[in-house]
């Protein structure tokens, strides 16, 4: 005798696929088959269900972790420390260390710097096709400048060949850096350093934005620096001038040659800044933390 049909349908089953934005996980990033909810649109059009009941449901998503690993300032000091400018090559680690924790630029935008994109008189840099395609000019603190300057002038020459292709920052065989090479040099200068954080290149990243928000920086200058297009979808993209965005710099990122008293802005911001769930700084340090998990896999 056959069975007769369930009057409603099974609703819930096992999904092993990775899940879409939205869809909930587990603890181990995999859709959790206890909240996957598979619609079944079908049914209702034959007429087996009025509706589906689970449609309506507000399903709970994987909270989303900050960046780990976030570098103290003393410890980006040690590092910056760490490196033997008496050598050649300790002054260039220094010179790109000093430009990725002043800048906030990305692991392949600083590999891909040309000599025409850097400006040390005016204290500027121009990242051209950055995520998404996108040019952008950021400001270089005074202390990257000098470091900057001093690889230009002692170093870059001497490993320059006649194929120069005007790429900012030489290996020793005079080429340009591949990305997972430059990282796999940042890498070795941490752990010389004592630093035992995951990471690399995207370590200052994440330390130049933080840093600067604890020093009282607007978020909208944060955003501009790192070159986010939005924070999240209900945020208009503000576009801000370099000279103003030198200024911020200059009062908010802790790397500057000479250190004057916190202006009072400064200090309420950071005192008050306490992100919680869905605040324009939590969004921007989730932002990051993608960023930097997107890196570790290329």
Known sequence: MPSHPQPYPLLVRPRRRRPRAGVPADDTGHADPALSVTPRARLTKQNHILYNP?????????????????????????????????????????????????????????????????????????????????????????????????????????????????????DDDGRGYEAGRLGDQVKRQLVAAGVQHPGSCHLFRVACATHMLENGADIRFIQSLLGHAKLDTTQIYTLVSLAKLKEVHAATHPARLHRGPQNASGGANAAAMAPGPGDPVQVLLEALQAEGSETDKS
């Open 54 to 170: 689970a449609a309506d449901l507000d399903l709970p998503t994987r909270p989303k972790a900050l960046p780990k690993g976030l570098l103290s300032v003393a410890q980006v000091e040690d590092i910056l420390n760490s490196c033997d400018v008496t050598k050649p090559e300790g002054l260039r680690m220094r010179a790109m260390l000093e430009v990725f924790y002043s800048t906030g630029v990305r692991r392949f935008e600083l590999a891909g710097l040309k000599l025409f994109d850097v400006d040390v008189e005016r204290g500027a840099l121009m990242v051209r096709q950055g995520k998404g395609a996108k040019d952008r000019l950021v400001p270089v603190g005074e202390r990257a400048c000098a470091w900057l300057d001093k690889y230009l002038r002692e170093v870059r020459p001497e490993r320059a060949t006649n194929h120069d292709d005007y790429t900012l920052f030489l």
